[in-house]
């Protein structure tokens, strides 16, 4: 994998193609934190989801994936660059072009582990994510097909440590196998899938309205 790398924005860059606004930071921040928190938010958009998805099942150029996502090549370009510097994509290959030759790209799924560790990171990080999830999330929602079953789960529970421990285990080896299996899009006799899955522990206090609901409850059941 390369090394990330910074790849500050130029005027060249096309409009709609900066990163989400964040809440304004402690001072006194140190420069590893600032960094991971950064790698961490390049995560954090849209296309760039769509574009590791793209890159997974298959190696393209800017031009080629511009085409695929019907996006301007300028910002698949950028995005592309953002990603590379993070390193969540390899250039693997070239092909050539009128002038030249454009590197193609692809993604290495076991990359996105690496993505925002060595220092924790913040909240706000993470709440970037969540909303580009979110938004990918109803792009992909509203090309579904009623008529081929999924699955669905939500849930906000307490769980025994080795019950997290082996659900975790789980989730990452579904994860892995989504992304090993991965085809080129358009494969014939493929099913085109999507899948979202977050799973993380939450603060152990439970909330305002938690606390109140469990507190009658447990003064009905002593009075009763």
Known sequence: MPEPRTDPRGPSDPP??????????????????ETSVADLRVLAHPLRLRLLSLLTGQAYSAAEAARVLDQSQANVSYHLRRLHAAG??????????RGGTAKRYRHDPDSGERVGRGTPQGVDAYLALAGALGEELRRRTAQRDTEVRGEMTDAEVWLEPQVWARVRESAKELSEDLHRHALPPGTDGAVRVS????????KGEASQGESST?????????GG
């Open 214 to 222: 469990r507190e009658a409850n447990q003064g009905e059941t002593e």
């Open 88 to 97: 969540l994509v390899d250039a693997v290959a070239e092909v050539a072009v």
């Open 195 to 202: 899948a979202t899955m977050v799973l993380f522990a939450m």
């Open 16 to 33: 709609g193609s900066a990163e989400p606004s964040r809440p304004a930071e402690p001072s006194g921040r140190s420069a590893a934190t």
